[in-house]
């Protein structure tokens, strides 16, 4: 079975400064990733997915990220956030099943 | 398309009662997910159905807990008796073959 791995729990960051949440997965066979946000108080939506084809895929809100197949990563990057960025990021490994990391919270501070 | 529906979206019930959380999911789509939320143990996969099937219930915490799906637009969690700590945000998906799911609003379930 796929695993996910996210590798902060929580990121503080200043607005207007770039960042990147990192996400690592094991799976032995083709997999689809997904990185979805959850605002509080609010279900899960989706911010971009990797199913095939280039690995830098661009999603809502000026958010992206880069499929590496060597080195089994799917990192999240977003050059400058707002405050509005605030909110918790899931990262999603689909082959078998779908599974979830246990979530990066990403705190945008003024 | 509605998204993916659930009811209730606040649920509050005693120790000991019956509870039924409610799912539509997007017409059309064959996968129906069932997750929990909450801070101590974050996005739990309790259950997921491909074409109204159960797949895997490993994620059900206990025999307290059972879902069904009687046709492809709808699908029940019920937990009985409900304890305390089974408070927490439950979310229904919906995904086409796999890919992306999406999720409903979440039903929050405080047990007293």
């Known amino acids: 079975a796929q695993s996910v791995t996210q590798l902060d729990s929580q990121v503080p960051v200043f607005e207007e400064a770039p960042v990147e949440l990192r996400c690592n997965y094991s799976?032995?066979?083709?997999?689809?990733l997904f990185w979805y946000v959850q605002y509080p108080n609010q279900g899960l939506q989706l911010l971009l997915k990797?199913?095939?084809?280039?690995?830098l895929v661009k999603g809502i809100n000026g958010f992206e990220a880069e499929f590496n197949k060597s080195q089994t990563s799917f990192h999240l990057r977003k050059p400058s956030v707002h405050i509005s960025d605030t909110a918790e990021y899931f990262c999603?490994?689909?082959?078998?099943?779908?599974?979830f990391g246990a979530g990066t919270r990403l705190t945008v501070k003024p | 398309d509605a998204g993916v529906i659930q009811s209730p979206r606040h649920e509050v019930t005693e120790m000991g009662q019956e509870v039924t959380l409610r799912c539509k999911p997007i017409?059309?789509?064959?996968?129906l997910f069932w997750y929990r939320q909450t801070m101590m143990r974050g996005l739990e996969l309790l259950i997921y159905?491909?074409?109204?099937?159960?797949?895997?219930d490993s994620g059900m915490p206990e025999d307290r807990f059972s879902a069904k799906m009687p046709n492809a637009s709808f699908s029940t969690l019920k937990i009985q008796p409900s304890e305390p700590r089974d408070s927490a945000v439950y979310f229904c998906?919906?995904?086409?073959?796999?890919?992306?799911?999406?999720f409903g609003p979440g039903t929050r379930l405080t047990v007293l």
């Open positions: 998906a919906s995904s086409l073959r796999r890919q992306e799911q999406f």
């Open positions: 799976s032995s066979v083709s997999v689809y």
């Open positions: 990797y199913l095939s084809g280039s690995t």
């Open positions: 999603a490994v689909s082959a078998n099943d779908m599974r």
């Open positions: 017409s059309g789509h064959d996968y």
């Open positions: 159905f491909n074409n109204n099937v159960p797949i895997d």
